[in-house]
Protein backbone atom coordinates (compact mmCIF):
# COMPACT_ATOMS: atom_id res chain seq x y z
CA UNK A 1 0.00 0.00 0.00
CA UNK A 2 1.18 3.62 -0.93
CA UNK A 3 0.74 6.44 1.04
CA UNK A 4 1.49 10.22 0.68
CA UNK A 5 2.77 12.66 3.78
CA UNK A 6 2.80 15.86 4.92
CA UNK A 7 5.69 17.49 7.36
CA UNK A 8 3.72 17.60 10.37
CA UNK A 9 3.14 13.87 10.56
CA UNK A 10 6.98 13.06 9.78
CA UNK A 11 7.98 15.65 12.30
CA UNK A 12 5.60 14.61 15.01
CA UNK A 13 6.56 11.24 14.82
CA UNK A 14 10.22 11.85 14.58
CA UNK A 15 9.68 14.02 17.94
CA UNK A 16 8.06 10.50 19.63
CA UNK A 17 11.34 8.12 17.55
CA UNK A 18 8.29 7.01 15.72
CA UNK A 19 9.15 7.70 11.91
CA UNK A 20 9.97 3.81 11.57
CA UNK A 21 6.53 3.08 11.83
CA UNK A 22 5.73 4.46 8.25
CA UNK A 23 7.74 1.76 6.56
CA UNK A 24 6.01 -0.51 8.70
CA UNK A 25 2.53 0.26 7.67
CA UNK A 26 3.43 1.10 4.15
CA UNK A 27 5.54 -0.17 0.92
CA UNK A 28 5.53 3.04 0.05
CA UNK A 29 5.91 6.77 1.68
CA UNK A 30 5.86 9.22 -1.00
CA UNK A 31 7.07 12.70 0.25
CA UNK A 32 6.48 15.52 -1.89
CA UNK A 33 9.64 17.82 -3.12
CA UNK A 34 8.35 20.83 -0.84
CA UNK A 35 7.91 18.67 2.17
CA UNK A 36 10.85 17.03 1.87
CA UNK A 37 12.40 20.58 1.44
CA UNK A 38 10.04 22.33 4.41
CA UNK A 39 11.64 19.04 6.65
CA UNK A 40 14.99 18.16 5.53
CA UNK A 41 16.54 21.62 3.92
CA UNK A 42 14.66 24.28 5.06
CA UNK A 43 14.47 22.20 8.80
CA UNK A 44 18.23 21.26 9.15
CA UNK A 45 19.15 20.52 12.57
CA UNK A 46 15.15 20.60 13.41
CA UNK A 47 12.98 17.84 14.18
CA UNK A 48 12.54 15.24 11.41
CA UNK A 49 15.41 16.67 9.38
CA UNK A 50 18.09 14.15 10.18
CA UNK A 51 15.84 11.10 10.48
CA UNK A 52 14.15 12.31 6.99
CA UNK A 53 17.37 12.48 5.23
CA UNK A 54 18.66 9.40 6.82
CA UNK A 55 15.61 7.03 6.05
CA UNK A 56 16.01 5.40 2.64
CA UNK A 57 12.07 3.99 2.12
CA UNK A 58 10.81 7.45 1.71
CA UNK A 59 10.36 8.19 -2.23
CA UNK A 60 10.58 12.12 -2.96
CA UNK A 61 8.20 13.35 -6.00
CA UNK A 62 7.85 16.26 -7.34
CA UNK A 63 4.22 17.48 -8.64
CA UNK A 64 3.61 17.54 -12.59
CA UNK A 65 0.22 19.01 -12.53
CA UNK A 66 1.00 22.80 -11.68
CA UNK A 67 -2.40 23.89 -11.89
CA UNK A 68 -4.14 21.22 -9.71
CA UNK A 69 -1.66 22.15 -7.12
CA UNK A 70 -1.87 25.86 -7.46
CA UNK A 71 -5.72 25.69 -7.73
CA UNK A 72 -5.22 23.80 -4.32
CA UNK A 73 -3.43 26.51 -2.95
CA UNK A 74 -5.90 28.97 -3.05
CA UNK A 75 -6.87 27.06 -0.19
CA UNK A 76 -4.31 24.96 1.78
CA UNK A 77 -0.01 25.83 2.14
CA UNK A 78 2.12 24.20 -0.58
CA UNK A 79 2.81 20.98 1.34
CA UNK A 80 -0.87 19.57 1.64
CA UNK A 81 -1.11 20.90 -1.90
CA UNK A 82 1.09 18.65 -3.27
CA UNK A 83 0.39 15.53 -1.17
CA UNK A 84 -3.23 15.79 -2.88
CA UNK A 85 -1.69 16.03 -6.05
CA UNK A 86 0.55 14.03 -6.12
CA UNK A 87 -2.15 11.39 -4.28
CA UNK A 88 -4.41 12.67 -6.88
CA UNK A 89 -1.58 12.03 -10.37
CA UNK A 90 -0.57 8.82 -9.25
CA UNK A 91 -3.63 7.03 -8.33
CA UNK A 92 -3.02 7.16 -4.75
CA UNK A 93 -5.63 6.81 -1.76
CA UNK A 94 -3.82 6.87 1.21
CA UNK A 95 -2.92 10.85 2.28
CA UNK A 96 -1.24 11.70 5.95
CA UNK A 97 -2.39 15.04 6.93
CA UNK A 98 -2.47 16.23 10.33
CA UNK A 99 -4.32 19.82 9.62
CA UNK A 100 -7.84 19.93 9.73
CA UNK A 101 -8.43 21.73 6.11
CA UNK A 102 -5.96 20.19 4.42
CA UNK A 103 -7.78 16.83 5.86
CA UNK A 104 -11.64 17.88 4.60
CA UNK A 105 -9.86 18.52 1.44
CA UNK A 106 -8.47 15.99 0.85
CA UNK A 107 -11.40 13.68 2.36
CA UNK A 108 -13.82 16.08 -0.34
CA UNK A 109 -11.39 14.61 -2.91
CA UNK A 110 -12.13 10.66 -1.93
CA UNK A 111 -8.79 10.16 -0.62
CA UNK A 112 -8.46 8.14 2.88
CA UNK A 113 -7.10 10.61 5.24
CA UNK A 114 -5.61 9.72 7.98
CA UNK A 115 -3.04 11.61 11.02
CA UNK A 116 -0.27 10.94 13.39
CA UNK A 117 -2.53 9.72 15.78
CA UNK A 118 -4.39 7.09 13.50
CA UNK A 119 -0.73 6.16 12.84
CA UNK A 120 -0.15 5.43 16.40
CA UNK A 121 -3.25 3.56 16.54
CA UNK A 122 -2.87 1.12 13.20
CA UNK A 123 0.35 1.14 14.78
CA UNK A 124 -0.74 -0.13 18.40
CA UNK A 125 -3.60 -2.40 16.77
CA UNK A 126 -0.57 -4.29 14.62
CA UNK A 127 1.27 -5.01 17.62
CA UNK A 128 4.05 -2.11 16.78
CA UNK A 129 3.29 -0.13 19.80
CA UNK A 130 2.56 -0.60 23.36
CA UNK A 131 0.83 2.15 24.50
CA UNK A 132 -0.74 5.07 23.05
CA UNK A 133 -0.81 7.69 25.39
CA UNK A 134 2.97 8.03 26.46
CA UNK A 135 3.18 9.27 22.54
CA UNK A 136 0.63 11.19 23.07
CA UNK A 137 1.79 13.05 26.26
CA UNK A 138 5.35 13.12 23.96
CA UNK A 139 4.17 14.94 21.43
CA UNK A 140 2.04 17.88 23.72
CA UNK A 141 5.69 17.99 25.62
CA UNK A 142 7.33 18.58 22.01
CA UNK A 143 4.29 21.29 21.39
CA UNK A 144 2.54 19.65 19.11
CA UNK A 145 -1.18 20.24 19.74
CA UNK A 146 -3.98 17.77 20.13
CA UNK A 147 -7.57 19.34 21.80
CA UNK A 148 -8.74 17.52 24.76
CA UNK A 149 -11.49 15.81 22.76
CA UNK A 150 -9.09 14.26 20.20
CA UNK A 151 -6.84 12.97 23.27
CA UNK A 152 -9.96 11.64 24.95
CA UNK A 153 -10.97 9.47 21.51
CA UNK A 154 -7.83 8.74 20.78
CA UNK A 155 -6.85 6.74 24.11
CA UNK A 156 -10.28 5.44 23.84
CA UNK A 157 -10.09 4.00 20.99
CA UNK A 158 -6.86 2.33 21.68
CA UNK A 159 -8.84 0.81 24.52
CA UNK A 160 -6.28 2.57 27.20
CA UNK A 161 -8.82 4.26 29.32
Known sequence: ???????????????????????????????????????????????????LGSIHHFTVLETENKVLKDSIMLELDEGEAEVITIAKEKGIQNVIIDEFAGRQYASLLGLNVTGTLGILLIGKNLGFIGEVKPLMDMMLKHNRFINRGLYLAVLKKANEI
Open 1 to 51: MKVVVNSPPLISLSLIGQLELLPKLYDEIIVPKSVYNEVVVKGKGKAGSEE
